[in-house]
């Protein structure tokens, strides 16, 4: 097996390998009141269609906003992007403003939150239907919660350099190969993310009492939780991750064997789902009763992807294509960026997912991936205490956190140099060299900062209101510099006719529409 230095080696022979990678980001939001609490109006019909615009939509609920920017190649113009598509909304919004963080701002009842309307499509309704059966597996609140998904892909020049000529089917099988292996070096060292930028480790008293949640919280003013050492309480069991599937035995060695497993999990019964009832006598309240409705149910803090075809399934599209490129869904909101992350991040990014992919990465069992799943759960509800060690593998061996950050960084700053080489100017070995230091200072952090604020304010609906007052401010304020205001009122209007000619192309049923999407595999 080829080691890390020794590829490291020949990239650094030719660093425009390493040149034009594909970058995309998906940012949530809330959409709230001037008093911090959540709006109860529709999603802004000067916002276009949800179902139809490239970059505007919504996510569980008609007030959780998503941003999508297109595949970019320069950090800086995808940032821009984003302030771009930020800036409209804020000027559409009136006097609602974006909640900064990941956990939800206060929710007086869960009957508040309004479930995502697309239309009256067969494909808007199933939406909607989906997100119904959300809200009766799991409860509204928790899908509310807001992220930052990362798109990434590698170019054409860095597989060439990694394998050389091949036919074009020898390299479909080659890259999701090797997109498999940053996978499981992923759930391997991914803890580090929620490490660095993790910023949920407080949340309002109004989320949790709308849990189970057994952890021992401690409070501060009028209703705030938090854990003095929690990083990503969005990626523990309270939030993002989803106890209902920690049984599924989904494996990363194939896309063989995670097609098969995500398959089995879409086509296997739930007695627990079963009891909600398919339909009843108001209509349906859920597409099936098996562990997932659909595959987007899958709870993962990374995903392999392809750009699906009209009417095309995720997995379908990895199965005809294989791996195009892979989605990071374990970033928190980050709340000191106007935009909820920053450029810092996104070169870290860049650094730690090509470091996974250019590292030794062997097959995984179930028993490994439970061990690293148990590291990343310390490292989201302990991750900033003192001395924390985390096991490597399932041998019973232990390393400190802050020891096995140095290391990996160790690797980094190499990598750095190559990729400074290829991109030209120092940010790379800049955002290294910043971030080796946060394993001996975890004040540096964004969960320690963010904490720090909201234990000095007594709460945190204040600390995220007076953000979100000052990110209106600061929207409110400068000019487009990627896209234009005709642009996106152009988009608007576009995808409002784009949504009504989908409506208008319904040839059948919704009963039938859902028999034909889901074939043989579930029973409706």
Known sequence: MTSFSQRLEAFSANPEALKGIGRGVEREALRITPQGTLSSDAHPKALGSALTHQWITTDFAEQLLEFITPVTYSVPEMISQLQDIHRFTYRTLGEESLWPMSMPCYVANEDDITLAQYGSSNVGRMKTLYRQGLKHRYGSVMQIISGVHFNFSFPSSFWQQLFGDQTPYARQESVSEAYFGLIRNYYRFGWMI??????????????????????????????????????????????????????????????????????????????????????????????????????NEL????????????????????????????????????????????????????????????????????????CWRENWNKVVLEGRKPGLT????????????AEWGRRVFADLAELAIVMDKANGGDKYQSVCNELSGWFDNPDKTLSAKLLKDVLDNESIGKVGLGIAKDNQALFAQGDYETFSKQ?????????LKRQQDVEQGDGISFEQYLAEYFGDSVSL
């Open 299 to 370: 709870y993962a803090p990374i995903r392999p992807k392809r750009v699906a075809k009209s009417g095309e399934k995720p997995s379908e599209a990895l199965e005809r294509g294989g791996v195009e490129y892979i989605e990071v869904r374990s970033l928190d909101v980050n709340p000191f960026s106007p935009v909820g992350i920053d450029d810092y991040q996104v070169y870290f990014l860049d650094l730690f997912i090509t470091w996974c992919a250019l590292s030794e990465s062997a097959p995984m069992t179930d028993c490994e991936l439970q």
């Open 390 to 401: 985390l096991q490597i593998g399932c041998d019973g061996e232990q390393l400190t956190q």
């Open 487 to 495: 642009q996106f009122e152009a988009e608007s209007e576009a995808s």
């Open 194 to 295: 929620p490490y660095l930028f993790g910023a949920s480790p407080a949340l309002c008293g109004s989320f949790i009492n709308k849990t189970e949640s057994k952890l021992d919280f401690k409070e501060v003013g009028n209703g705030t939780c938090y854990l003095p050492y929690a990083t990503s309480l969005r990626l523990s069991d309270l939030g993002y991750t989803n106890n209902a599937q920690s049984s599924l035995k989904i494996g990363f060695d194939s896309l063989e064997q995670y097609l098969q497993g995500v398959r089995a999990a879409i086509g296997t019964p739930s007695a627990d789902f079963a009891k909600i009832g398919v339909k009843d006598e108001n209509g349906y309240r859920q597409l099936n009763s098996n562990v997932l409705q659909i595959e």
